[in-house]
């Protein structure tokens, strides 16, 4: 999207912080090398003993091996899945977060260009484009008007916010934005409103605080200001499927065979999953005061 046909503009300033999403990148990186270490070891080690114990001669003894290694592979071979599969949630929300950033840095330069600002069905629908690599045609959206169905049984849901550096080591939070997608009656069409609380973001509103305090990787050194982006998968208590069904667990919804995800969220039904959150310096089109 290059706003009116001009030259697609790069997201300034745009880097991808150091986040909870980056940590457990690694531990779920060394959690699969240490699952392939223990599974050698029962495959050598184990087995090996059993032999120890129990003659090469004796009748029985392969089944008995097989009866005792095999559920432990089994066992590994599933948190092997889940572990992918979580590192794939992860890395689609991030995708979706810096596609976002991407987005709406050119539409703001195009604004600018305009002599106007950004406004939120700008955001409404680059929301929408970014989020397709996880929710395909509609499925981001309601399947009744005024519910919470959704194909998936989750949705997406997204939080931004403008902090401003004060020029003594702290910084604010000026407005800040959360979006839900809303009708499949009119496709492109969200939810939005702002927060009071930090009960459903990893980043928290503030007033004259350090720049840590909002969010830990936050930095306001050169004193532009920052908008940050936290990406969501949003599932509740009170989500239903297309049929209306609602689902006993996180693991249920998002189809891990053993790992049930923790929600991130203080609060909101404990409904905050895989999130990202991304940083970056705005291009002009973004101003001070809060989209419309």
């Given amino acids: 999207?290059?706003?009116?046909?001009?030259?697609?503009?790069?997201?300034?300033?745009?880097?991808?912080?150091?986040?909870?999403?980056?940590v457990c990148r690694e531990i779920k990186k060394q959690a699969v090398l240490a699952a392939s270490y223990v599974r050698r070891f029962f495959l050598t080690t184990v087995c090996r003993k059993i032999r120890t114990f129990i003659p090469l001669n004796t009748k029985g003894s392969i089944i008995i091996e097989f009866a005792v290694?095999?559920?432990?592979?089994?066992?590994?071979?599933?948190?092997?899945?889940?572990?992918?599969r979580l590192k794939r949630y992860y890395d689609q929300t991030e995708f979706v977060a810096q596609q976002m950033v991407n987005i709406l840095q050119n539409i703001a330069y195009s604004?600018?260009?305009?002599?106007?600002?950004?406004?939120?069905?700008?955001?409404?629908?680059?929301?929408?484009?970014?989020y397709l690599s996880i929710y395909p045609g509609t499925t981001m959206f309601t399947t009744k008007s005024g519910s919470q169905n959704h194909v998936l049984n989750h949705q997406p849901r997204i939080y931004m916010y403008y902090v401003e550096s004060n020029g003594d080591g702290t910084a604010s939070t000026v407005w800040n934005l959360w979006l839900r997608s809303g009708s499949y009656t009119?496709?492109?069409?969200?939810?939005?409103?702002?927060?009071?609380?930090?009960?459903?973001?990893?980043?928290?509103l503030?007033?004259?605080?350090?720049?840590?305090?909002?969010?830990?990787s936050l930095k306001m050194d050169d004193?532009?200001?920052r908008i940050i982006l936290d990406v969501q998968l949003r599932w509740g208590s009170d989500q239903r499927d297309a049929d209306g069904k609602?689902?006993?667990?996180?693991?249920?919804?998002?189809?891990?065979?053993?790992?049930?995800?923790?929600?991130?969220?203080?609060?909101?039904?404990?409904?905050?999953?895989?999130?990202?959150?991304?940083?970056?310096?705005?291009?002009?089109?973004?101003?001070?005061?809060?989209?419309q």
């Fill in 246 to 291: 609602t689902a006993a667990s996180a693991r249920e919804v998002f189809k891990f065979l053993t790992v049930n995800p923790t929600s991130k969220a203080v609060s909101d039904n404990g409904s905050t999953y895989f999130p990202a959150v991304v940083t970056f310096t705005p291009n002009a089109g973004f101003s001070r005061t809060r989209p």
């Fill in 69 to 84: 290694c095999m559920p432990v592979l089994i066992i590994l071979l599933f948190y092997i899945h889940d572990l992918s």
């Fill in 111 to 130: 604004r600018a260009q305009e002599g106007s600002t950004i406004s939120v069905p700008d955001i409404e629908r680059a929301a929408s484009l970014a």
């Fill in 206 to 216: 503030g007033t004259d605080v350090p720049p840590s305090s909002i969010y830990p």
């Fill in 186 to 204: 009119t496709p492109t069409s969200w939810s939005n409103s702002y927060l009071t609380s930090n009960d459903h973001s990893l980043v928290s």
């Fill in 223 to 225: 004193g532009k200001p």
């Fill in 1 to 22: 999207m290059t706003g009116g046909g001009k030259q697609k503009v790069p997201a300034a300033g745009c880097s991808e912080e150091f986040s909870l999403t980056t």
